[in-house]
Every structure is written in C-alpha cells, then in structure tokens.
C-alpha cells in the first residue's frame, strides 16, 4: 500500500515562498515518476511540475522560473519550493505517484496541503 503525506502548505503574502514535501511508505519512490499537482476551487486539477525517475523535469508555464521540484530517492521523498508566489497560486497542492506500464499507469495520491497567498 502506497502512501504519501504532504507538508508544508500554509498562508503566505504575495512574493513570498513555501516548501512543500512529501514522504512516501509502502514503497520506493525511485521507480516513479513524481509529480505535484494542485487544484483550485471550482476548477480542475492541473499539473505543477513532475520529476521522472531519470530526473526529466516539467513545469506548467505559470510556475516556470518560480518553482523547483526535487527529488531524494533515498529519503523517499520529494519537495516543491514555491517562490515568488502570486494570489493565483492558491490551491490544494497534492503529492502524486505514478509508475507506468505498457498497459496502464497507477497513480498515488497523497491528501493534500492547502496553499493560500494572500495579496
């Protein structure tokens, strides 16, 4: 059984910057690509930045230039610095693993961590 707990959301003036991590159980992390993604009331839920296991980075052009996602395979963890944050950045921000195969991926998710920047 795979879990993963995030950490580190909060309430944070505009410009300001948060660190989100999150810790995996159930399983090692090294064979996933990791990924945060967050949602927004009323909208849906998008990707923010993934790291393959190979280390291959994206970010969503919104966040480019102001987020950095890391990985630590052997504290089975990942993190997200937000800097720079804008009112828009205000989402439930969550942790994902997925691990891919020919036939279909599986995905993880952690419960969330509420980031609210404030103007």
């Known amino acids: 059984q795979v879990q993963l707990v995030e950490s580190g959301g909060g309430l944070v003036q505009a410009g300001g910057s948060l660190r989100l991590s999150c810790a995996a159980s159930g399983t090692i992390l090294g064979s996933y690509t990791m990924g945060w993604y967050r949602q927004a009331p009323g909208k849906q839920r998008e990707l923010v930045a993934a790291i393959t296991r190979t280390g291959n980075i994206n970010y969503a052009d919104s966040v480019k230039g102001r987020f950095t996602i890391s990985r630590d395979d052997a504290k089975n963890t990942v993190s997200l610095q937000m800097n720079s944050l804008r009112p828009e950045d205000t989402a439930v921000y969550y942790c994902?693993?997925?691990?891919?195969?020919?036939?279909?991926?599986?995905?993880?998710w952690g419960q969330g961590t509420q980031v609210t920047v404030s103007s």
């Open positions: 994902n693993a997925r691990k891919s195969s020919p036939i279909r991926n599986y995905d993880y």
